[in-house]
């Protein structure tokens, strides 16, 4: 029996940004064009939940947006912040939360930024694989501040329509012999591969439902669609047999630390920066990569102000010490005036080795002449 779960981030770019940004906090956001007010051109790349609330919705143009916001606004709600985006801010803390994730799971596959699939089939048992998506929903919250909805099935198929049955923070587990009374009530539009086209022309021949879908026979379908009628036949049946991919790779590594308290004091900062340091050798280590040549710092001031600086080393750095030495010299600037002039104090560092040195496959080693006992060049340590 194959468990599968789908995860997915709730309003991701959006949810970022509020997490970035105390001042966004329950208030409508929206990722996207910049509206120009009102002349702006481009579209909602996301919106958060509390802006759908006035109608707005990904892809929809920037200026229906800015419309539907002022009109809320005119009704007394509140204001709608718009923002361009901070693409490497969405990578960066995607990649973290795939590297939460994909350590729990038999197989990994992240789907896209903010979506991956889990085969946690040798969990034995729907419960226990639902013990564990709590387990990391939970676990996403504390290190991230954000939420995401979980779908648990039989298949990819399944897993990815039931984690978007409930959103935000949501929870969905179809059991196999569920499926298809879990299918059939939904609209024909929550099959991946139904877009606006398909989901037309099936309107027009009064298919609304799956279950209306699931009536077609294989033959209609082919007529009408192809190929694609064949995929339709067995989506609508829940089949589904692709198999979680399983070629997920760290990209970087890194950990941060909130303070208990907000401080200044350099010594305990890179103190904590040691540690880090110490504990994301160690994480390089488990997974057998041996170096790395980008360190890279987070610095997020009591006001949320968040930093980033990187430097990359010209040869591979092996070592917590090389790690910690490269982290130092980045965040000193922070601890004085050269970029902390007003000397707030620091609520979170970070720690993060990136450009990942990784051993070659050991197909690519000289091989070893196992007959006659006689060796070649030893593989580098
Ligand atoms: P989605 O998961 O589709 O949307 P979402 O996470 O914002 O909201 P939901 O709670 O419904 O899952 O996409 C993830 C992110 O990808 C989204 O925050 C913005 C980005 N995105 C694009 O850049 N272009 C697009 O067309 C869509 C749909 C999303
Ligand atoms: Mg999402």
Redesign the pocket.
Same mark, same amino acid.
């Given at each position: 029996m194959r468990i599968i779960a789908h995860v +997915?981030? +709730?309003?991701?770019?959006?949810?970022?940004e509020e997490r970035y940004n105390p001042r966004l906090r329950d208030r409508p956001v929206v990722?996207g064009a910049d509206p120009k007010d009102g002349q702006g051109r481009g579209?909602v $790349? $996301?919106?958060?939940?509390a802006a759908r609330k006035y109608g707005i919705k990904?892809?929809m143009p920037i200026t229906r947006a800015w419309r539907l916001a002022n009109a809320a606004q005119r009704r007394g709600e509140p204001e709608t912040i718009f923002l361009p985006g901070n693409h490497r801010l969405?990578r960066e803390v995607s990649e973290r939360i795939m590297a939460v994730l994909a350590p729990s799971a038999d197989a990994f596959e992240e789907a /896209?930024? +903010?979506?991956a699939y889990l085969d946690l089939s040798s969990l034995g048992s729907f419960e226990a694989a639902a013990e564990r998506a709590l387990t990391l929903k939970r676990e996403i919250v504390a290190r991230e501040g954000l939420t995401c /909805?979980v779908g648990i099935g039989p298949n990819k198929l399944v897993a990815k329509i039931s984690s +978007?049955f409930k959103?935000?923070d949501g929870l969905t587990v179809v059991q196999p012999e569920q499926v298809q009374a879990f299918l059939d009530l939904l609209r024909i539009r929550v099959i991946p591969g139904i877009g606006p086209k398909t989901e037309l022309l099936l309107h027009d021949r009064g298919i609304h439902t799956v279950r209306q879908l699931r009536d077609l026979d294989l033959f209609q379908l082919v007529d009408w669609f192809g190929r694609w009628g064949e995929d339709l036949y067995a989506k609508a049946r829940g089949l589904s047999e692709s198999p979680v991919s399983n070629e997920w790779e760290p990209k970087s590594i890194g950990e941060q630390e909130t303070f208990e308290h907000d401080t200044l004091d350099a010594a305990f900062v890179l103190e904590r920066a040691q540690e880090l340091a110490r504990s994301v050798s160690q994480r390089l280590g488990r997974q057998g990569i041996p170096a790395f040549r980008t360190v890279t710092v987070t610095v997020r001031f009591a006001d949320f102000a968040t930093f980033t600086r990187s430097h990359t080393a010209r040869e591979p750095l092996v070592t917590a010490e090389a790690l910690y030495t490269g982290a130092v010299r980045l965040l000193l600037p922070f601890l004085d005036h050269r970029e902390n002039p007003t000397q707030k104090k620091i609520r979170l560092i970070g720690v993060r080795a990136e450009k990942l040195v990784r051993a070659p496959a050991p197909s690519s080693y000289p091989r070893r002449d196992l007959e006659t006992g006689t060796s070649g060049e030893e593989p580098n340590p």
């Open positions: +997915d981030m +709730d309003a991701f770019y959006a949810a970022v990722v579209v $790349t $996301t919106a958060n939940y990904s892809a969405y /896209s930024i +903010d979506e /909805s +978007d959103k935000p």
